[in-house]
Structures are given as C-alpha cells and as structure tokens.
C-alpha cells in the first residue's frame, strides 16, 4: 500500500563526458529528471518524435491482414515508407468518401433511368425540372397549367419532371437536384473507385512488411529526443556539469556503481519536507491495472499512499453488483479469453487483462449469489439454486448491502487516512469520520432487522463517539487549556462537522449499485418475457424470438459494462478519493531507453 521511497540522486562531472553520462543514465533507466535550470522553465521542448511516422505506424498496424514482419537487414527508405503509407491513408479516405456519395448518387438516379441532362435542359430557355412527390399530394398536380410527365413511381413516391423556363412556384414539393453524370458512369466511375481501393489495400498490406522496422527506428527518434530534453535540464559551469533526478531508494547501490564507473561525483539524498518527489507505484502484475484507474483521475502525492489495489478490488466488486448476472459475466469472459494472448503482449494490456479477469470473477460470483443467468432465475432444487443467497427483489435487504458496501470503502478511506496522520492528532478525526459512518449504518441497520436494542446502541455509541472525536481533533492549533486556544478548538471541530452532509450524501450514492443491479436484472427478465409471448407463434414466432434474446440481452449486456465502468470509477475516484486522498503529485517518467539493444 506504500510509494516507492525514492532518493535524490546529483551528478557531477566535466561538461565534455556530458553526453556519455546521459548516454549511460538513459541506458540505466531509473532516473526520473529534474530541471535545474536557474529561472529557465519556459525552455523550447523538443519533439518526441516525427508524428508523420507515427501515424503512419499506427496506420499501417490496423490493417485487417498484415503480412509477417522482417526485423532487420532490410533495405529501406524510411522517409519513402513512411510518405507512401500516408499517401494511401489520404488516398483511401477520400475514395471510400466518394464511393459513399456514388452510392448515394446511384440510389437518387436510378427512379429516373440512365441518360445524360443535356446542357439546354439545365441552362437553356425550357430547363428540366425534377420533383419526387409524395403519392398523396400527387393530384395536386392535375390543376395545374404545366407540361410534366411521370417517369416513375414506387410504394411512397411518384417521379415527376417538369419543363419550364423558371421554377414553377405553386409545386407541392421542391425540386431535386441531379448530379449531371448519367447512371452509367457513375457506376462506371463506382467500380473504378473500387478498384482503386482494393490497390491501395495491398499497398497497405505490403507495406506492413516493416512496421518492426519503423518502429524501431521511430523508437531510436524518441531516444535522442529524450537525450536532447535531459541536455535542457542540467546545469553547465566551468566546464562542469549538473544532472539530477530521483530514483528508487533500491537503485542507489547502481547509481553508485555507475557514479564509479564513470568517475562522477555523486550525492544521494532522502527528500525533505520541501521537495515534490513524483510518484512511483510498484504492484504486483496482477494487480497493475489499478494504477491506470488511479492515474486516469489524478496522481496521488509522494507524501499520500497507494490507493491501486482498493481500486482495483473496489471497481470489481462495484462492476459485479451493477452487471448482476453470471450468464453476462461468462460472456465477458469468453471475450476475455478470445483477447488474453493478444492483451498479454505489452505491459498495459497485461494490467488491463489483470482488470478484466476480475471484472469477470466478480460478476460471475455475484450474479450466482443474486441468482440471475441471462435474467433467468435457476430452479428451487438444482445446484444453482442452493447458491442463490440473496434476492434482488427484496428492496430493503438489497438496499441495506449497498449502503453497507458504502459504508465500508468510506469507512475505509477514512481508518487509511487516520493511519497516514497517526504522528497528528488530527489522526483522530479522520478516525472520527469512520466512527460516524460505520455507527450511522450500523444503528440503522440495528432498527431495520435487528428489532433489538443492542445494535443499535452499538452504532449509535460510535456515531456519538465520532462526533466527540471530529469535534475536538478536527482544528490543528496546539492543546492548552486557555479559553481561547480551547474555543479556537471547539469552532474548528464545529466547521469539521459540516461535512456530516457530505458523508451522508456520499454513502447513499452507493444506493445506484442496488439501482443498477436491480434495472439489469429486470430488462433481462423483460427481453425474456417478450421472447417467450413471441415464441408461442411457431415458424416467424421463433426467428422473432431469438431476435429479441439476442439483440435485447447485447443491448443490456453494453448497457451494463457502460453502467459498471462509469459508477464503478466514480465511486473510486469521486466519493472514495474525496475521503483518502487529498493531494495531487506528478507520476514518475523515468529517462530510459525505447530501442532495443
């Protein structure tokens, strides 16, 4: 649950081995840089890498069919490679864009048949004016004074031509505009289109050939635009030089090896209470994925705590309660297992293969406990059933476990908080929190099924002594016993327990996973019932109902991985961060290598 304690780590050494030392850190790969320029923050950054290239990478990697890579020994122009692939990206583009509007055109021409609008019947004296009307208002037409003909009709429209030398003023419908060419060139010019396209994928899939190669070589860019960045932050005088970072206090026996190794000077230093070290997680694989979910909101400070694992647990057992069906989380797991090779070939997708497997455990293992498989509820008697434990139906058990739940990651938050302030009294009034939170649900809980005293004077012992708490530990003056200093105290703790409003609010907005859970649940139930009414008429009857199983339960299936990921990561990093982490940081971006040795 801790950051990784980092150390701050100088070089020193002559302004001539400069670029090996950089060189060499780069190659170590442990050093997060400072800046120590004097009052030069606003210095140019420098490129990452050709962004060109880069589009044409990725461009050429999402290619349906690519062919197997060559590695190295291949003669290539990279800059050529690179042209020619994002030339038959625009090129492809503004193809399938006109194929689209072809087909369009197609479509507009074909009620009027295949001929050529000559140029008199655009510009001239009598021009071609074409109208599709509505069959309704088709008898409009009889009463008036114009020479029109129907050239053809369907079940909606009547295709109308008029000859006049202005637009007629009194027609039930505008007119239509044509593209000139006739039918048969454009379908001409469509298959040439096609054509074309179908070029420009083999060029496409041909080009593939090197994607290793332009990586690479787009990896060794970055390299030395990452070593032109590190020259910008050191400090130069005398001919000497000035390189500084932090590091994981685990590497300081390598950065003293390699301080010798290059005869540098070297200082290591544990940080003080002035600095801002970036941050630094370090979890198990399995569990790496927390730590984007905690990322992708905010950084915790150095000086904070690790949150990624109560994400990483809180966000599975969120997202099992809301997608509330084993039958969906079996799905979720196919479509795991279909992409876990594919998920394990980087190190982000392997900490996002880590989120998935627990997403599916979770929902699987809760939605046996609330006994709904594709909103099916398994038999009383069978295996299934003897592990159905709770009953979504039952409103007030159903809400009492979300709140519960609620009451426990706040509660949570708040013991992580009291502990990472256990040299300050204020310690006391974060315990204070988790004592009003737990007492109020647990009092509640005592009144609702208890039907006894005794739970409730639990909860409600510990909802007073959170209050005593919050209300004299709150304020960070000094203690004495002089009226001021103690009125000072007790105004301070007064202002605490404005927050009372707040935990009360953020424990009920647990109460979406009950909501959610129970909507999930019911829609299945509701795309089954209409299958089954739809299944009683045999032959179209059962193509109907497998429609609605299949396209109900796909829309239900989205609606509950949008609903899981959404609520699942608000309640995290809304309602749980509020309570444990306070302040933000900087993620540790350690100077290291891309290119392969």
Known sequence: MAIVPLVKATFYGPSSERDAVLDGLQQLGCLHLNDLRAGAAEAAQVAPSSADARAALQYLEDSPVRRRPVRRGADLDIQAAVKEALDIRDRSRALQEERAQLR????????????????????????????????????????????????????????????????????????????????????????????????????????????????????????????????????????????????????????????????????????????????LFHNPSALRGGEGMVTFYKTPAYSMWDPSKAVFFGFAVFFGMIFSDAGYGLVLGLLLLATWTRLGQSASGRGFRGVLLALVVSSVVYGMLVGSYFGVTPPAGSRLATLHVLDAENQSLMMWIAIGVGAAHLGYANLVTAWRRRRSSTALS?????????????????????????????????????????????????FGLGPRLLLGRLVDGVKGMAELSKAFGDVLSYLRLFALGLASIKLGEAFNSLAGGAFAFRGVGVVLALLILVVGHAINFAMGIMGGVVHGLRLNVIEFFNWSLQDEGELFRAFSRKAAE
């Not at 004299?472 to 003056?477: I, K, P, V």
Request: proline letters at 6%; glycine letters at 6%.
């Open 104 to 279: 369009k055109w197609i479509v507009d021409r074909e009620p009027w048949g295949d001929f050529e609008l000559p140029e008199w019947a655009r510009e001239g004296p009598l021009r071609f004016w074409f109208y599709v009307v509505p069959n309704h208002q088709l008898r409009r037409m009889q009463v008036l004074d114009l020479s029109w003909r129907v050239v053809a009709r369907d079940h909606r429209c009547t295709y109308v031509v008029v000859i006049a030398t202005e637009r007629p003023p009194d027609m039930p419908v505008p007119p239509v505009s044509l593209e000139p060419r006739s039918l048969s060139q454009l379908r001409a010019r469509l298959e040439q289109v096609e054509r074309d396209l179908e070029e420009l994928d083999y060029r496409r899939i041909g080009l593939t050939l090197y994607t290793d190669i332009v990586r690479d070589a787009l990896d060794e860019l970055d390299d030395r635009a990452a070593r032109e960045q590190a020259a910008r932050v050191i400090h130069e005088q005398d001919r000497m030089f000035a390189v500084q970072g932090w590091a994981p206090r685990t590497r300081a026996s390598a950065l003293r090896q390699f301080a010798s190794h290059r005869q540098l000077a070297l200082t290591l230093e544990a940080p003080s209470s002035q600095d801002s070290p970036p941050t």
């Open 430 to 478: 974060a315990l204070g929190w988790a004592c009003i939170i737990l007492g109020c649900f647990i009092a509640g809980l005592g009144k609702s099924f208890a039907h006894q005293g005794r739970l409730s004077s639990v909860g409600a012992g510990g909802l007073v002594l959170g209050v005593l708490l919050v209300l004299l530990f709150t304020s960070e003056r000094g």
